[in-house]
Structures are given as C-alpha cells and as structure tokens.
C-alpha cells in the first residue's frame, strides 16, 4: 500500500512518514478509527515505509502481502478447536488485496461465518511469540499488524500484554481497532495512540473525480451518505440497491410498530420479525442497527423542514414517508436512538440476539405514539 493510494489524510501521512524519517518511530502504535477511515491501509503504508528504509526491494513483497517479515493477526472462528489467523490468511490476503478498506462485515461474508463469532484467541498470542522469537528474515525490522486488535479475548489481551512490555529487538507492532472501549488499559498505556478520523468530503470528493468518473450529482448524494467513510462510498458506488434489505425490514418493524397500540395482537409479529433478524450474523445485525439509526434521524430533519439534508428517503412498497416523520420529533428521538445503542451494546457483548431485538422491536410502538 502506497501513501497515495490512501485517500485523504495527507497531514496524518506527513506525520508518520515523518517519523520514520527522524527515526522517532515507537515500537508500539494503535491506529483508532473506523475501517473504512482507512486504518489498515494507513497501517500498511507505515509498515512498507518501514521495510523499505532499510531494503528498497522489499516494496513488491509488501504490496503482495508475501514479505517473510511482515505478519498480521486477525479476528476468526475456531477449527477443530484452534484459534489461529494463520488458518485463514490465503482470505484474508485475497480480501485486502481487493479492499484494504474492508470492515468486520466484509471479513465475515468472506468467511461465511454466519453467526459464529470472530475473536482473537490467546492461542493466537502464543503463536505470535513463537514467530518473533525466529530472527528476522531478511535481517531488518519485523513487523506485526493486528486488525481489530479490540477483538481480543481476555485471556489474549492478558497474554498479548506481555508480548507488548517486552518485545524482541527490532520489532514494530501495529494495532488497529474501531474505538478502545473493550481493550485493557494496560495495553492503551503501552502504545502510542494515532487516531484517524473521518476523510474529509473535499479529499474524498476529490478522488471520486479522479479515479472514478462520477458525476457530480451522485458524488454529492455519496458523500452525504458514506460520512467519510470509504469503503461505505465503493458500496455505494457498486449499487444503489444495497440498503433494499435493510428497507424492507425497517418498514416491516414501522408497520408492526403502529399497529401495535390498537391492536395488541400485532406483538406476534414483532416477535416474528426479530428472529428473522437474530439469524444475521452479529456485524450484519450491528449494520442494520446503524441503517436503523439514520433512518431515524433523517425523518427527524423531514419533519423539521430540513429537506436539503435528507440525502435518502424510503418511498418503496406504498410507505409513506411524510406521515411516517411526522411521528419522529424532540420528544422522543433520543429515547429511540438510545434504545438503539442499548441493543447494538448488548449484541456486541454477545446477549441473546432475539431477546435483545424482540425487547427493541416492542419498544419502538411506545415510543412512536408519544406526543410532542
């Protein structure tokens, strides 16, 4: 991965290019932010920086994700009791290669994991040990990127704390993760924090331009929806009926929803659209808890009048849009976004997915009949 190849954040490439100018490159690096903030490809263009300075001819290994010296560890699933990235690197280096700015969804659908868990297991630590306890191959730097490093379980960010205290000579670890909420302080202690933040629309605007031959009318309707998040901007650049799922099931829970109050015999299909839910595995439950989100907030800005920022509206099926909004206002938005958080927090710490949406699904119809 080139600097350039990153889109946007030209500062923050500065800064790090820098760094490695200066020799002032710490040891241990956590990279914050979204996947498609571009994380990893920040991650890797610092790594071929690294290995190049100290052998030109490595680039073409690092573009292929072939260097003997640069290793990644990642979230998976066990086979036959085993925990280990190595299991699955052929995926995941043919999903990189495509995208770099690929998330925890992508990296699910890959897998065809369906509800199984993606987790970085402690034997995967032990494993990371034993490879940096080898000399280097091509006698320069070894380099370790761990994707979704907040991924870890207990006892692997237990054991990843030491690897991290005392690492091997000419060793540089990358990390990157979404946010830092669920990984031990210890550890946050122990690595220099850079966090990435949102590409800018001008620099994503401005890419769009160049390498894409988009219109200027859809790329303002892209930018307005991928929040500076580019791996969300080549979905939408891929179809315009990527969120149909997510619509059908919105409108579904809408409809259920009102008709809740005045007949109660409506809470059977609640229930009936919950678990149909529940069988999406969690990153795509967790998206769908997102698309849910925006909905919300762009009928809000509807029906406050704030039609210019409403990028997207759900007109399909007969669902009428303008009614629907009017029962999204001041005095019940936050409860409803709350309740939203609640259940993507719940679903995150592995609860019981029908409950959690069931619990959701019934709630909405108490929230969308209270008055302003």
Partial sequence: MNWEQIVGHQHLKNILQESIDNGRVSHAQLFVGKDGYGTLPLAMA?????????????????????????????PVF????KGLSAAFFPEFREMLLANPYSNSEDWSATL??????????????????????????????????????DKMNTDAANKFLKFLEEPPKNTYIILTADNTNLMLQTILSRTQIVEI?????????????????????????IIFQAQGNYNTT????????????FEELFVMW?????????KPEFLKNIVLWSRKIAHFNREKQKSFLEYCSEMFRLALLQNYGNDLLVYKKIETGGFKWDSFSKFIHGANIEAILEEISEADYH??????????????????????HKSI
């Fill in 254 to 262: 809408v409809r259920e929803a009102f008709q809740v109050k005045k």
């Fill in 112 to 149: 065809e994991s369906e509800n199984k868990q993606l987790t970085i297991y402690a034997e995967e630590v032990d494993e990371i040990n034993k490879k940096f306890a080898l000399k280097s191959f091509e006698g320069g730097s070894k380099i370790l990127i761990v994707w979704q490093a």
């Fill in 347 to 368: 679903l995150e710490r592995n609860g019981n997915a029908k409950i959690i949406w069931t619990d959701l699904g019934i709630k909405l119809s108490r929230y969308l």
């Fill in 234 to 245: 080549q979905k939408l650049l891929q179809t315009e009926n990527s969120d149909a799922e």
């Fill in 78 to 81: 066990k086979v036959d009791k």
């Fill in 197 to 221: 933040p949102r590409i800018g629309d001008e620099d994503l605007s401005e890419f769009l331009r160049s390498n894409k031959k988009v219109d200027e009318e859809k790329i303002k309707s």
């Fill in 46 to 74: 610092f790594a071929k920086e690294i290995l190049r300075k100290e052998n030109e001819a490595s680039c073409s290994k690092v573009d292929h994700l072939n260097h003997l010296d640069l290793h990644f560890s990642f």
